[in-house]
């Protein structure tokens, strides 16, 4: 394998600070048009539970007051709620005019229920903001949008389908914020038909209710107690939590359904799907615009309210997050300024520290800090952590794999992108090892004093020639302590080996020691289902006979090809210390679980597609609590 040194980043690369010296970076600023104030009462409305007064409107003033705070600095402006449209046609024309004329401003979208939405509006935003971006609130289907209610109870779900039925016939198009709670786990496949149905629609965000922590409902002005907050009262009392609430694992459940069908369904060719999307860009090393996944976070997130509050993202605890008012002097770095002093953003960072040493890192990007530091407050940031594992082992499966989607339950293989990891010439590679008569010119093949095979005879990673079993020199370039794993994957399973290393201790060396691995490179998409899949189970059977201080376990992985720029999927076996023991007893006990996992890798082959782990029955019926 030939390889290049790779870049390890801080926690800058996961959590960028606001600069006043890189103008470049834009910044979102969220406008609370009217605060908390809607036209509806969703039960799990986070906005509203944070009490603030409603009724005010933020101004087109406030709009010029930002530009002043943000000069030159370029702004994404959402027009956001409670329910914007409730201003009143008049002020939003106002609000969009003075938007239009910023020439900070890069691109304006509005976020709404989409209850009050018709022609005239639709007229409006033609003639004064044609470039608007307009987000629709629906949470999959009628059955989905249980919570989604008016003051009176009733479903509000036939007035958003009928908006978004006018945005098609006008040739609008929209993104949806579908919320996932209790009412759609269990039936993200019909959940996304449904959406994707609506031709308007050609995206759609699937948002999690993780409010298990909330314990009492939103306070109600006046002695009239809605029937929506009779409802929500009774939601809060539920077992666990509220009765719109989901757990992490259920989300990271419902997110690859979703996805599969996504896929299966041929949905991506029009719609886009997050989280999905975001994490198939990271995945492939490419950037996204998704906080959750970018380094630009709460930093580079504002939002503003009608009584002059600015601060930082809505989903963080107000007024913690409040960092000034726009009726103070103050300008870009004095904001920054505040930022520093900002006890909430500094908590946030600071979460960011556990990140840097995982392995996940660079597909997850640190996720949502107002999530995470929810979850930290509760003492369960772990699960917060695993569903995003989760989702990420499944979704590189339906990359790799994607005519064979049961590899997504798959829990034994894990995201585990080596780096460096990459070949000269991957096509060649494997023409040249499927053809006997293709000529095998001899390489250099050295040892260092730690049992390293590569070209320089040095510990560490260096240069070493891609060989096959056709070459003369392949027995001499295989280091001893992995030769079992080698033989039984390139022998009975027929596989092609890109990678294998006996590990190393480097006793006495400034380096830390390696693992025994080996890296399968699978001719194809279906042969990756086949090999993962028995990798799976051949692990699964050796975990029994194994010795305490080792662990086997299968990782997901893309190689780079150096030649062409292009990666490909690759599945690697890998024995690692068992958590609580130390790399002594690793090495100790190293040859005996090389044995006992070459045993099941013998008694198992890649003929077919299903793996040990179980596929996901299909869902209970829905909590108790949530309404028909």
Not at 108 to 135: C, H, K
Not at 351 to 372: E, F, K, P, Q, V
Request: glycine share 10%.
């Amino acid at each position: 394998m030939h390889s290049t040194p790779a870049r390890h980043g801080p926690i800058d690369e996961l959590y960028r600070s606001l600069e006043t010296d890189d103008g470049e970076t834009a910044v979102s600023v969220i406008l609370k048009v009217r605060g908390e104030t809607c036209d509806i009462d969703c039960t799990y409305c986070y906005e509203k539970r944070k009490e603030a007064p409603g009724g005010a409107r933020i101004d087109a003033g406030q709009v010029r007051r930002l530009a002043e705070i943000f000069p030159g600095r370029r702004l994404a402006i959402e027009l956001h709620g409670g329910e914007p449209l409730t201003a009143g046609r008049e002020h939003i024309a106002d609000l969009l005019r003075e938007l239009a004329v910023q020439p900070s401003v890069d691109r304006v979208s509005m976020q709404t229920n989409g209850v009050l939405l018709d022609d005239a509006w639709l007229d409006l935003f033609e003639s004064v903001y044609p470039g608007l971006r307009i987000g629709v609130s629906l949470d999959g289907d009628a059955k989905g949008n249980s919570w989604r209610v008016g003051y009176d109870g009733t479903p509000v779900y036939p007035k958003v389908a009928a908006a978004l039925r006018l945005l098609a016939a006008r040739g609008w198009k929209t993104g949806v914020i579908a919320a996932v709670t209790p009412a759609v786990i269990g039936r993200a496949e019909e959940v996304l038909d449904h959406l994707a149905g609506f031709e308007a629609v050609n995206a759609v965000s699937l948002v999690p209710c993780f409010d298990t922590p909330v314990r009492r409902p939103t306070a109600v002005s006046g002695r009239r107690v809605p029937a929506s907050r009779r409802l929500q009262q009774a939601a809060v009392g539920a077992e666990g939590g509220p009765a719109w609430a989901i757990s992490p694992s259920q989300y990271a459940e419902f997110v690859l359904a979703a996805t599969a069908r996504w896929i299966a369904g041929g949905h991506f060719t029009r719609l886009k799907l997050e989280p999905a999307v975001s994490t198939i860009r990271r995945l492939r090393g490419l950037g996204t615009g998704f906080c959750h996944f970018s380094d630009l976070k709460c930093d580079h997130v504002f939002t503003l309210y009608p009584d002059g509050r600015l601060g930082s993202c809505d989903e963080l605890p107000w007024p913690q997050a409040q960092l000034t008012r726009l009726d103070q002097p103050a300008g870009e770095p004095d904001i920054v300024a505040a930022q520093r002093r900002l006890p909430l953003l500094n908590q946030g960072k600071d979460l960011m520290g556990r990140c840097t040493g995982c392995s996940y890192r660079s597909a997850c990007g640190g996720g949502c800090i107002a999530t995470r530091w929810r979850y930290e407050k509760a003492g369960d940031q772990d699960a917060y952590c695993d569903y995003r594992m989760r989702m990420i082992d499944g979704i590189a499966a339906l990359l790799a794999q994607p005519a064979h989607p049961d590899g997504t339950w798959c829990r034994t293989a894990r995201w585990r992108p080596q780096t460096p990891n990459s070949m000269r010439d991957i096509n060649a590679f494997l023409t040249r090892w499927d053809r006997p008569d293709a000529a095998r010119p001899p390489v250099r093949l050295h040892t260092s004093a730690y049992g390293n095979i590569n070209t320089v005879g040095e510990p560490g990673i260096h240069e070493a020639d891609d060989l096959d079993p056709g070459h003369p020199q392949w027995n001499e370039a295989i280091e001893a302590g992995v030769r079992p794993l080698v033989d039984a994957v390139t022998g009975p399973w027929g596989c092609v080996t890109y990678d294998s290393c006996e590990g190393h201790k480097y006793d006495g060396l400034d380096m830390l020691p390696t693992e025994r691995r080996i890296g399968i490179l699978p001719r194809d998409r279906a042969e990756y289902a086949r090999v993962a899949a028995a990798l799976c189970r051949a692990a699964t059977a050796a975990a029994p006979g194994l010795p305490a201080s080792v662990r086997v376990t299968v990782g997901r992985a893309e190689l780079e090809c150096e030649s062409s720029g292009r990666s490909v999927p690759v599945v690697d076996l890998v024995l690692l210390p068992a958590p609580g023991h130390d790399w002594a007893a690793y090495f100790a006990a190293v040859d005996e679980a090389t044995q006992a996992a070459a045993a099941a890798l013998d008694g198992e082959r890649p003929t077919d597609y299903r793996c040990a782990c179980p596929v996901p029955a299909p869902e209970a019926p829905l909590r108790q609590g949530v309404p028909a």
